[in-house]
């Protein structure tokens, strides 16, 4: 008998382009886990009609219906394990989650930033990039605890920034990898090669001292979902 598929329910609030991108890894084959469930803080999320083209549940908890954030992240958690959740993906979620939240689902709660972390952690990182003129800039997944933004890293995907660049152009070249690296990682923490032990997260059993990543000119021919 083969074992259930790790039950994901992925949270948005927005557009739900990397939400799409899990459905098309997931459509393929590639992802060990199942995307059993989306919920959107806002119902007029778009990324709910992705999820209702896929055939997908949609859920929506408004926090605007709850006095403070830790009775919103209770009612959150409450619906997660009503469904069955094993795997919580915060795909572009805008709400401060809080230890009510974090706890009950430690090491099984991912994140994506868009950014190199520890570099500009929270808004505007596209902007504070080009205003300090680095020269790499990116995406970070990560799993999630109580500090924003601050959780041990998984996987980056890297670009190299150039005179050129505007915040459009980087948020364009950084959507692109968070849509090839948010599968990956969501694919090893569903088929438990990815760990976290304490604060410490393995893969293949092997600590990771830094996070895996993944360079934009190694995927110019990589062929990637419609996400935009
Ligand atoms: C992404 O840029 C992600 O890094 C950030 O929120 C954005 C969500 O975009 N956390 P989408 O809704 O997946 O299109």
């Not at 090839?180 to 990815?194: C, E, F, K, M, T």
Request: net charge negative; glycine share 6%; hydrophobic share 40%.
């Amino acid at each position: 008998m083969t074992s259930p598929k790790p039950r994901i329910a992925v949270l948005i609030s927005g557009s739900g382009s990397n939400l799409q991108a899990l459905l098309d890894a997931a459509a393929q084959g590639a992802l060990a886990g199942e995307i059993s469930a989306v919920i959107s803080n806002r119902n007029d999320a778009y990324g709910l009609q992705r999820a209702a083209a896929a055939g997908l549940e949609q859920h929506v908890v408004d926090h605007r219906n709850y006095p403070d954030r830790e009775s919103f992240d209770a009612a959150l958690v409450a619906k997660l394990k009503e469904l069955d959740t094993d795997i919580v993906v915060l795909a572009g979620f805008m709400r401060i989650l809080t230890p009510t939240f974090i706890e009950p689902f430690w090491g099984r709660l991912l994140n994506i930033h868009p950014s190199l972390l520890p570099a500009f952690r929270g808004l505007h990182t596209h902007q504070r990039a080009l205003e300090e003129q680095v020269s790499e800039h990116g995406c970070t997944v990560h799993f999630v605890t109580p500090e924003l933004d601050a959780g041990p890293s998984i996987i980056q995907g890297v670009i190299r920034v150039t005179e050129q660049d505007t915040e459009q152009t980087l948020q364009r070249r950084t959507q692109r990898m968070e849509h090839l690296i948010y599968p990956r990682a969501v694919d090893w923490l569903s088929s438990g090669r990815l760990e976290l032990d304490g604060n410490l997260p393995h893969l293949d059993g092997e600590q990771l001292k830094a996070p895996v990543r993944l360079h934009e000119e190694e995927t110019e021919n990589t062929q990637h979902a419609s996400t935009d």
